[in-house]
């Protein structure tokens, strides 16, 4: 990984149970990696590209599904966001899932959630300032 990211800004780093995920940054693209523990070592399962200060990125299997979450707050300036899961792109019912309080939470905000079936559609995220007024998305994409 440092031979591929060595002129990246490490922005964020998170270890848990299962994974190591990093957020890095090169002039205006962020890269979201995640790498699977195995034992005592890692392997890469996924990563993203993104010229956007916000994304996420799905992983996992048919049993598991694991949605990453990563902001860049010194741009968003969100207190709060939520995004959807269905079923399927067509079903009426879904589970929002909200963080709020991102102002006292790391600038770089990397956050992960699993889930178990039967969820497999994400809505885009979804942000609110400290007011609960929506932000549009569109202005932070150039």
Known sequence: MNNNYKNHEQLNVIEDKQSLLYLLKQRDTY???IFKKDGSSYSYEGGRESDTPFGYMKVGTPDNIRIVVFIDNSIVKAERYEF?????KNDKDKLTISLDGLSN???YLIKSYDFLPPYSSISQLRFYDKHGKRIDETVLID
């Open 31 to 33: 890269h979201l990696l």
């Open 105 to 107: 939470l790391d600038t």
């Open 84 to 88: 959807d899961l269905r079923a399927s």
